[in-house]
């Protein structure tokens, strides 16, 4: 239905990056601060250089941690912060980069939280979804399940038939893409979690972000085209043209293929284009979905879906976005 909300998993850390470019550009926050000026519990274990910008970019070296956050205390707030303060990095901080697949969302979620005295969820209601209109939430009550779409998740692809690195490593414990996606044992206990209250309730600004493509189509089309939205201010030019400048490409020591980010935004890169421009930033997500916005073609797209697909690892194609784009850019 039009009014239909999806969970977008990793979509949503577009939506927790703009959350932390507001309070860069009110001077709230400074990016190449330490995150221990913000968090002093941070700097424990070595890790008190390690910057705002490091941890937006992928470059902190905490992609994981060392031992899994416990299954009844997966929807709470504070064990993993808690556990990324005491945690020590698994690499040299700025020196490689590897994609924070969940812990993204909770380092930038509680320099947020320090910051302004307010949870992610709270933060984007409060300053972008109910202002603008956007019908997308990071944390919800029952009232809204009556339209909250049952995610049907992929089938598990025929392992013996790719020897991928990813796929090697998504299966070893001792992996960092291990570590990364497995913060806590929850999809291994249950595979349903994305269906349940508790993870509908929960606020993990990695990956819980429920919302309409409609929502995410307006607003990264006001990225796209100057920071505004029906007149209201969502974001600065000059914070977005920040925001976007390459911080780190290459080989991801996470995913183990190319990829390029600026500060929280996934940005596109030559070996898997999304634009035949080249400028196309925002975010994807586990099982198709995504937000972005291209400023050169001043457009903004948003696709959720309930049916989720896994990509070839090979290629990281998803044949339905590749004919989505295809048909944007033939209309435009």
């Known amino acids: 239905e039009e009014d239909t909300i999806v969970n977008t998993f990793s979509t949503t850390k577009g939506i927790t990056t703009i959350c932390a470019l507001r309070l ?76 924070h697949a969940v812990t993204f969302g909770s380092l930038v979620g509680e320099v947020i939280r320090r910051v302004s005295g307010k949870t992610v969820g709270t933060y984007w209601r409060e300053e972008f979804a109910e202002p603008l209109g956007l019908d997308f939430h990071i944390g919800f009550g029952e009232e809204l399940d009556g339209r909250c779409a049952t995610m049907i998740p992929a089938p598990l692809p025929d392992l013996s038939k790719t020897d991928h690195p990813l796929v090697k ?43 309409t493509a409609r929502s995410l189509a307006r607003l990264y089309g006001a990225l796209a085209t100057g920071g505004t939205l029906d007149g209201i201010h969502v974001l600065k030019p000059e914070t977005i043209e ?36 080249g400028t196309t930033f925002g ?34 194609d998803d044949p339905r976005l590749r004919g989505m784009f295809n048909a944007i850019y033939e209309s435009v």
């Open 169 to 211: 490593a998504m299966l070893d414990p001792s992996s960092l893409t291990f570590k990364a996606f497995m913060v806590s044992p929850l999809m291994m206990v249950n595979p349903l979690y994305m269906n349940t209250r508790e993870w509908r309730a929960a606020e993990v600004p990695a990956a819980n972000g429920h919302g």
């Open 24 to 99: 860069i550009e009110q001077g709230k926050l400074d990016v190449d601060a330490p995150v221990a000026k913000y968090w002093p519990e941070f700097a424990a274990a070595g890790k008190e250089a390690i910057t705002v910008r490091q941890i937006m970019s992928h470059r902190a070296g905490l992609p994981g941690i060392d031992s899994m956050i416990p299954v009844e205390k997966a929807y709470d707030w504070e064990p993993l912060p808690e556990a990324l303060a005491a945690q020590k990095p698994f690499w040299e901080p700025g020196s490689q980069f590897g994609y």
């Open 242 to 277: 920040m925001a976007t400048q390459t911080q780190s490409q290459g080989q991801d020591a996470v995913l183990l293929f190319p990829t390029r980010f600026g500060l929280g935004f996934i940005l596109d890169i030559p070996e898997f284009p999304i634009s035949p421009n």
């Open 283 to 316: 975010h994807f997500g586990m099982g198709g979905s995504f937000g972005i916005a291209d400023p050169e073609a001043r457009y903004g797209v948003g696709y959720v879906m309930n049916k989720m697909m896994i990509p070839n690892p090979e290629t990281r």
